[in-house]
């Protein structure tokens, strides 16, 4: 009996990384990362789709007849018991477009489609950061805010589909997703210094020692809390994960995170909730959406 | 073969409130109210317990072996997992006192031990305003902020027994409950009018037309929309129920908070997830911990 292999897809309005995963986690071969072209017409894109899961088997020399099923994690909103694309502002040709469908009917294999950030988390719950734990939240700070909640390995969508979808919650004078966001980084670092840097520069500032760029920082940090509050208090989970590309900084956020954190969440998790970086790195977006396979097999 | 019927406990710092329900949700007889006399001996207040217990039976002319079960919901912390009352303010004499097992031990039948927040939502998802519903999440207003999760009509109660303890979380330059409280409303109350009053002074004030009393709950309204946001972005539920006594205000603080909601929810949640007062009134509290035993049979 061969051991079937999965293929997990990471949609962004930039790029695809489709990339093939054993059972046990492993990445097969090399992963394909192609432009989305994201304003194209629709049928432009899903030939993208369907060309990089193909290379990526011939690239192992399998065919599909050796898969599982597919898995797609893609920028959202989506409805995902309909399994179809919503108003997404980064795809605006695929507006109430049937992808599960139309990649079921392509391949003729199960497809199973969620949002980016509920799969990165997934991934992680299954081969990273947050292996064999029962409850976990995942926070994705990226351009965006993206959360997403991991009960006994399967995720935890809600009643219409937006569980953990935080960014919009109240904070200050406008939402939390203005401070937990590359633009909200941008902004603490212009508060402090008057320049205009993009948080990957405030990362590299950072790094280099830059004392403005380490207290920018230390204020996402406390802000961060925030968000970590409101929802370690509402869920209650063993452990919470940080990933997305704003994490790259997470050792310099970390200490005033934890910090702030202390003052506003309940005696007994304070001691007990772990909060730990993503692990699965680059290939995060595609393990992540394969797991949606797994976590439905 | 006898319907078995069912015991429910509400035990707060003040007053013990026991009554039996039967399996489609009746009272039988009418509940016993006694004072807890929450500071002295635990044997004394265990004592009070049974003697509940054993008058509600007498009551309807049935003894404990009528009884499939006794739900407590008793004023928090607790121990969920191992039926212990922690380090509770209003029971001092009963912090690390195994309630479970004594009541078990005395009766001879299955007992449930939840916090009464968690207790009072479960009755509103069972016989209440969120009958038939799979996704709840549930606010008790009173001295202080309660909340609750009902997923599939089982509590939630997270990795340590502290899910939707809300209460904590950052708000303003304090925490949620310093305005969403019996002393929240009053403080309101004092910064428009600069008297001191109870919340159900503020309550009385507003049925008779008075206008800062109608004022302050209007800003109760606003405030309520920042933990309902958090915690409906966060669960995306099918409904939210409203009780505890400051839900007696509902209508005085309905439109302010639904209007503030909006801005602070998803597109579709916006749209699609009610908000309910609480229906089972001032039996809610035994009726919901009867429900403990319900929901584990």
Redesign the interface.
Known sequence: MISKIIIGVDLGGTKILTGILSRDGKVLGTPVKIQTGGTEPVEMIIKRITDSVELSLSNIGSSISDVMGIGIGATG?LDIDGGVILECPQLPTMHFFPLRKTIEDYFGVPVYLNNDANCLILGECIFGAAANR??VIGFTLGTGLG?A?ILDRKIF??????????????YQSG?IEDFISGAGVSKIYKSISGEDKSSLDVFHLAVQGDEQALQTWKEFGAHL??PL???I??????IVVIGGSIANAYNFFKISMEETLK????P??SQ??KIVPAELGDFAGFIGAACLVIGNN
Chains 1, 2 share one sequence.
């Open positions: 909103p029962k409850n959360c909640i969508n809600g009643s219409t589909g937006t569980a953990a979808e935080i960014w919009p919650s109240p939402t809390a925030v509050s409101w929802s208090n509402m869920i209650d989970p063993d003052k506003w969440i309940c007994v998790p007990k909730t």
